[in-house]
């Protein structure tokens, strides 16, 4: 119960049924499902040659997992929905540029 008075608690009170939530607290780091995902993707493809989403989950209830890509996509070949994981082709079509690349190696922060 809550009890409210006034002029100082000499005054007149009131008491009313308080109820607290407790809400979960952000303190767990957010879990990658594998320590390493591969994909391969024929130059010029429209798509992956199978689809790829990171999975991940936080045990703190209230938390919301980001994705994002934090190194390795410098000519812009691949973009990650922030929200789900999944990996794509970035634009109609995977265009290589004109360097000598076979293999893209993305890292990819997840947090919460």
Request: glycine share 6%; net charge negative; charged share 25%.
């Amino acid at each position: 119960m809550f009890q409210a008075t006034d002029n100082e608690g000499a005054g007149l009170s009131t008491k009313v049924p308080l109820r607290i939530t407790l809400l979960d607290d952000n303190d767990n780091p957010p879990k990658i499902a594998h320590p390493k995902y591969r994909v391969t993707a024929l130059e010029l493809a429209d798509e992956l040659e199978a689809p790829l989403t990171i999975a991940a989950t936080d045990p703190d209830s209230t938390s919301e997992i980001e994705y994002r890509i934090i190194s390795g996509n410098e000519y812009g070949l691949f973009k990650l929905d922030p929200h789900s994981g999944q990996l794509t082709i970035n634009g109609s079509r995977l265009k290589l540029p004109n360097v000598d690349v076979s293999t893209v190696e993305l890292l990819v922060e997840v947090c919460s």
